[in-house]
């Protein structure tokens, strides 16, 4: 709560109204002093984000341990206890994707890595060979292995759709597509590809997952009596539900990095594997125990509904993943 000085003067610095106590009946607003120090706007601007007090490790506790509990108690009425989820979700999900920006994955950097040494070798190789033909055509490429993909060049391609038999030409949306691929293979190695889709593929995870909550909601709604809830239920079920897969995945993230700072080869190197181990298995798990818990029904039905809600947004998922898969493909350069 805010310590500040309470106003001799007893009128609303906002709306003017006769404040008798330490909030105006009439706005809400505070009757503080308006003047704060650099240490009260900090403390202030801490204590807006978690919410006051213990409300933010409450919330968090219980988003951790106790599955459903924040959507029931919100649901019920009971919100200032509790970060809003909203709230929540943004800011664990500024948290996680401010920490991936700050400290790239692993496997980018090693086959960053490895992509160096490699092309190191070849330039090495052709130097000592002295053929200057296969060096330029090498310099030029950027690329160590053309054949990864086993594509055909757009001349052989252009010279089968003028000539070649009807059955072996593309139509206009596969030839599309294979200029496109064969431009991307041509411009990028293999490891370019994927380092250059892994770094996509986090930038745009926010979008991702912004995509699928309210597809996740709907599946929901499918699913559960239409009388009793409402599909405002289910999404804050599903930002509840989304927030904990952030913070889960955030946590395993933190030890990996922690833990990665003393080496590979460092006796904590467990840490980290059971940390990841522990935290899948809970996070595949959790959806049970929370659907069980907010909606109510008996555990055999809540079982079957898990399982289907599973696969139906797996399914979904896959299918999204796939069509910004070929998006970001595409659109590499």
């Given at each position: ?72 108690e919100y649901l019920s009425g009971k919100r200032l206890s509790y970060l809003a989820p909203v709230r929540l979700y943004i ?82 949306t596969s030839y599309w597509f294979y200029e496109k691929a064969v431009h991307v293979t041509e411009k990028n190695t293999k ?121 139906i947004n797996s399914l979904f998922i896959i299918f999204l993943l796939t069509f910004y898969v070929l998006y970001t493909f595409?659109?590499?350069?």
């Amino acid at each position: 709560m805010s310590h500040s000085k309470i106003r001799e003067d007893k009128t609303c610095l906002n709306c003017r109204h006769v404040v008798e106590q330490k909030f105006c009946p009439n706005c809400g607003q505070e009757n503080t002093d308006s003047r704060k120090t650099f240490h009260h706007l900090f403390v202030h601007f801490f204590e807006d984000l978690t919410h006051y007090e213990n409300a933010f490790w409450k919330t968090i506790k219980n988003l951790l341990f106790k599955p459903s509990t924040l959507t029931k108690e919100y649901l019920s009425g009971k919100r200032l206890s509790y970060l809003a989820p909203v709230r929540l979700y943004i800011f664990i999900s500024f948290i996680t994707f401010l920490l991936i920006a700050l400290f790239p994955s692993n496997l980018t950097e090693e086959l960053t890595k490895n992509d160096k040494e490699i092309t190191s070798n070849f330039e090495k190789e052709i130097k000592q060979e002295k053929k200057s033909w296969k060096e330029k055509s090498y310099l030029k490429s950027k690329t160590v292995d053309k054949s990864y993909f086993q594509m055909k060049t757009m001349k052989e391609i252009d010279s089968i759709q003028k000539y070649g038999k009807e059955s072996e030409k593309l139509n206009a949306t596969s030839y599309w597509f294979y200029e496109k691929a064969v431009h991307v293979t041509e411009k990028n190695t293999k490891r370019e590809i994927i380092i250059k889709f892994i770094e996509s593929f986090f930038h745009n995870l926010p979008k991702i997952l912004f995509i699928i909550m309210p597809f996740f909601a709907f599946f929901l709604w499918l699913f559960h009596n239409k009388k009793r809830w409402y599909y405002f239920d289910h999404g804050i079920f599903t930002l509840h539900y989304f927030s904990f897969l952030l913070l889960i995945f955030l946590i395993m993230f933190i030890i990996d990095r922690v833990i990665g700072l003393f080496g590979e080869n460092s006796p904590l190197s467990f840490v980290s594997g059971i940390t990841n181990f522990a935290g899948t298995i809970w996070m595949c798990y959790y959806f049970y125990p929370a659907h069980h818990r907010f909606y109510g029904e008996s555990r055999i039905v809540s079982f079957a509904k898990s399982v289907c809600l599973f696969i139906i947004n797996s399914l979904f998922i896959i299918f999204l993943l796939t069509f910004y898969v070929l998006y970001t493909f595409i659109n590499l350069h």
